[in-house]
C-alpha cells in the first residue's frame, strides 16, 4: 500500500512538472510583454516631451519676435509737469519759488571758486 502511494504521488509530480513549466513561460513572456508596452510608452512620452518643448521654443521666439517689432512699452506717468502751467490742471502752484539773479550769479561764483586748485 505504501508502494502504491508512493507510485501515485510520483506520477502525480511527473504530470504536475510540465504544466509548472508552461506556467512559468507564461509569466515569462507575459513580462516581456509588459516590458514592450513600457518601452513604447516610454518612447511616446519622450516624444510627447520633446514636441511641448519645441513648441515652447517656437511660442518664446514668436513673443521674443512680437517684442523686438513692437518695441517696449513704457508706461505714461498720470503726473503732470508742474513747471509748465496747463488750463486742464487746476492743482498746478501759480506761485513758483524764484532765486534772485544776484543770488544766482553769487553762488555760480563760489562754486567756480571752490573747483578751482588751490594756489
Same mark, same amino acid.
Given at each position: 500500500?505504501? *508502494?502504491?502511494? +508512493?507510485?501515485?504521488?510520483?506520477?502525480? &509530480?511527473?504530470?504536475? #512538472?510540465?504544466?509548472? #513549466?508552461? %506556467?512559468?513561460?507564461? =509569466?515569462?513572456?507575459?513580462?516581456?510583454?509588459?516590458?514592450?508596452?513600457? #518601452?513604447r510608452?516610454?518612447?511616446?512620452? %519622450?516624444?510627447?516631451? @520633446? #514636441? &511641448?518643448? *519645441?513648441?515652447?521654443?517656437t511660442?518664446?521666439?514668436?513673443? =521674443? &519676435?512680437?517684442?523686438?517689432?513692437? @518695441?517696449?512699452?513704457?508706461?505714461?506717468?498720470?503726473? +503732470?509737469d508742474? +513747471?509748465?502751467?496747463? *488750463? +486742464?490742471?487746476?492743482?498746478?502752484?501759480?506761485? &513758483?519759488? %524764484?532765486?534772485? =539773479?544776484?543770488a544766482?550769479?553769487?553762488?555760480?561764483?563760489?562754486?567756480? =571758486?571752490?573747483?578751482?586748485?588751490?594756489r
Amino acid at each position: 500500500m505504501a *508502494s502504491m502511494r +508512493t507510485v501515485a504521488v510520483a506520477f502525480l &509530480l511527473a504530470a504536475a #512538472a510540465p504544466a509548472a #513549466a508552461q %506556467s512559468t513561460l507564461a =509569466d515569462v513572456e507575459n513580462l516581456r510583454a509588459q516590458q514592450e508596452a513600457a #518601452a513604447r510608452r516610454a518612447v511616446a512620452l %519622450s516624444n510627447e516631451l @520633446g #514636441a &511641448l518643448e *519645441s513648441r515652447l521654443r517656437t511660442e518664446q521666439a514668436i513673443t =521674443d &519676435l512680437r517684442i523686438q517689432r513692437e @518695441g517696449v512699452r513704457v508706461p505714461e506717468l498720470p503726473y +503732470t509737469d508742474v +513747471t509748465t502751467p496747463s *488750463s +486742464t490742471s487746476a492743482a498746478v502752484p501759480r506761485n &513758483l519759488p %524764484s532765486i534772485p =539773479d544776484a543770488a544766482l550769479a553769487d553762488s555760480n561764483r563760489r562754486v567756480r =571758486d571752490a573747483s578751482q586748485p588751490r594756489r
